[in-house]
């Protein structure tokens, strides 16, 4: 069991939830999208959300601006945040622009928020969690996903928040963070997402 809990912070870490997002997109939409269109959006992202931020993990390791991939501290928080931030602007400036993905160019603009929010919690010594953050936004993006288009995901709903609780357990269980920091976690990344709703549902 301990095994299993401490696997699941890694199997749904946050880098991965950007994609998983724009690739359950582009699976349930009605709308024709180009195979190789998707094919390249999917490879771009995967290189900035993923490949690149690991790239300035190690990076910043040999400078010294943080000592481990948990980021365990508020202050080895505030650099790779910021840097976040940045990724997501090219992102929704160069990749998934609104006149051509408004729901996925939304989805990326609360990350945006999330992530600036979290930034701005860290600096005030406040260590939301950041896997509640992707996941939660991520639930939520499906729920709105799911009336947008008008199809029954009850069952993707239902798993997602069965993966809700099991990351929160796992960050409990490995002592990442208190419940006052799972619950903040879980409102940043969902007030986002809810609130832009209104800009494309």
């Not at 931030?85 to 090219?90: A, D, G, K, R, S």
């Not at 160019?105 to 701005?120: A, E, K, N, P, R």
């Not at 199809?151 to 006052?180: E, F, P, Q, W």
Request: net charge positive; charged share 10%; proline share 3%.
């Amino acid at each position: 069991m301990d095994r299993i809990l401490k696997s699941i912070s890694f199997i749904f870490h946050p880098l991965f939830m950007p994609l998983a997002g724009v690739g359950f997109y582009f699976y349930i939409s009605p709308r024709f999208t180009p195979g190789e269109i998707i094919y390249a959006k999917l490879i771009s992202l995967a290189i900035l959300t993923i490949i690149l931020p690991v790239l300035i993990y190690f990076l910043l390791k040999t400078l010294g601006k943080i000592q481990t991939v948990y980021l365990r501290t508020t202050n080895e928080r505030i650099l790779p945040l910021a840097l976040n931030c940045v990724i997501i602007l090219i992102v929704m400036l160069r990749i998934l622009v609104q006149s051509q993905f408004e729901e996925l160019y939304f989805f990326f603009v609360g990350i945006l928020i999330s992530t600036i929010t979290c930034l701005i919690l860290a600096i005030f010594q406040f260590k939301a969690s950041i896997h509640m953050i992707a996941i939660s936004g991520l639930f939520m993006f499906f729920i709105a996903l799911s009336i947008h288009f008008n199809i029954n995901i009850n069952d993707i709903l239902a798993l997602m928040c069965i993966i809700n609780g099991a990351i929160a357990t796992s960050r409990l269980h490995v002592k990442a963070h208190t419940y006052i920091e799972l619950i903040m976690g879980f409102f940043v990344g969902v007030l986002p997402q809810l609130i832009l709703v209104n800009y494309w549902l």
